[in-house]
C-alpha cells in the first residue's frame, strides 16, 4: 500500500470537517501505519499534516471575498468556472483543498477557463415572484437559462443539467392555507419541444431525495398551487439528511416569519456546482445549496419595501448528509452567493441598498 501525501491531505481534510472523528481517525491512521516498512518516514508527515489540519487555512490576502466553500472544504466540482478556482488557489497559502494535485499551479484545468456569463438583460417582468429582480437575465432564447414563470413561483431552468439554476418565490400569508401536500411528482410537460423532461423515476434508487426548492409547504392556499411545486422542475437531487434536516428546518423558520410575525418574504433559491449526475447524465447533482430570504420593512410596497436595515438570511451548504442540524452554521452574505453562482441577486433592488444588504451578516 502506498500512502501518498494527497491521500494524507484528503484525510486531513475531513478531519477538519469532522474535528469531532479526529481521535478516531488518528487511530484509523496509526493502524494503517503498522505493518508499513516505511512508518518511521510516515508518522512525522503525519503529524505535520495533522497539525496543518486542524487550524484555519491560511489566508494570503484579506479583504478578499472567497465562496463559502472555503469556510469548509472546496472541491472543484464546488465552481462554476476555473477562474474562481484558481482565486481560492491563489488566496490561501500551501493550497489547503488540494484544488492543483498536479502541482503546477493552475487549480481545477478541467473546469471552463470562464463561465458563459449573463445573458443580456430583459426588460423588468411584471411577474410578482421577480420583484426583486431576475438573478440570470432568464428568459426564452437560451436554454440553459431558460426563464418559466406561474402564478406560484418562477424559475431559471437549465436544459442541460435537468435542474432549475433557480428559484425566486413571493411568500406571505395569502399563500398558506389548509390544502394537503399533494404529492404528485411529475414531469414538466410545459418545456419546450426538444427539452428533455424529468421524470421522478429518474431520481430512484440514487440515493438522493427529491428536493422541492419551492417547499410544498409554501404553497398550501390551493390544490392547484400546491401541485405547482411538484413539476419536476422545481425539484433538486438533495442529500437526505440536508433535505430532512437543516433545509427542513430553514423552510420551517421562514414560514414562521409569516405564521407568527406576519411578515411578507421574497425568496430564492437554487444549486451549484457539479458533485454527480443520475439518469445517465440528464439530472445533474449540484454540490452546493443556497438560499436568500428577504424580509420586507413594509409589506405591500414590493421593492420599495427593502431598506439598509432589511433583514436578510442567506444559506449556502454542501449538498451531503452529515452536516450540523443548524442551518444557521452555514449562514453566509449575498455577495459570496453571487461570486459564487454568478448571478446578480436583488437587481432590481438600488445599488446602494444592494451593497450594504448582500455584505451583511445577519
Ligand atoms: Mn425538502
Ligand atoms: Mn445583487
Redesign the pocket.
Known sequence: MRVTRSVLNTMARSLRIFGVLKLVWWAGLSGLCMGLSSCDAVLPLLTDILSDATSQPAVVQTDQVFPACVDDDCNCGDFRDQALAQQVLDGFEGDPFVLDRDGNGLACESLPPVSSGLDAAVPPSDNLHLTL?N?SNAATGNPNNYLIERQQYALAYDRDRGIANWVSWHLDARWLGNTERQDNFRQDGGLPAGFYQVTPNDYRNSGYDRGHIVPSADRTASVRDNSATFLMTNILPQAPENNRGLWRALEEFERDLVYQEDRELFILAGGYGTQDTLAGGRVTVPSRLWKVIVVLDQPGQGVAGVSNGSRIIAIDVPNRNGLSADWRDYQTT??RI?LATG?????Q?PVAI?AVI?ANLE
Open positions: 429582480g438573478p449575498i455577495d453571487e448571478y446578480d441577486l436583488l437587481s433592488v444592494q448582500e
